[in-house]
């Protein structure tokens, strides 16, 4: 699974609506509205490299009310549960 970080700079009018409108495309797994640089932080997963142009350029880009996008890819993942996990072996 590849994880693309997608800041996305929207039209502050329309943060709702372009929010809903990006956690209904294919490929959208999360859309987050949060402060500072960005309007809204949008988790895309897709199983192919390929498909996050589909995904970002030929989705996001395109939804109405979105000015800019920046994507970060993810190498790997790290979590609490994760990290928990790791320390916690073979220990009951």
Request: aromatic residues 4%; proline residues 1%; negative net charge.
């Amino acid at each position: 699974m590849i994880t693309a970080i997608v800041n996305v700079a929207c039209d502050g009018r329309r943060i709702p609506e372009v929010a809903q409108s990006l956690a209904e495309l294919d490929g959208v797994s999360e859309v987050y509205s949060v402060t500072g640089d960005v309007d809204l932080v949008v988790m895309v997963r897709v199983r192919e490299h390929e498909h996050l142009a589909d995904v970002i350029a030929g989705g996001i880009s395109r939804v109405e009310g979105v000015v800019s996008t920046t994507t970060n890819i993810a190498f790997r993942a790290y979590s609490r549960h994760d990290l928990e996990s790791a320390f916690a072996l073979g220990v009951d």
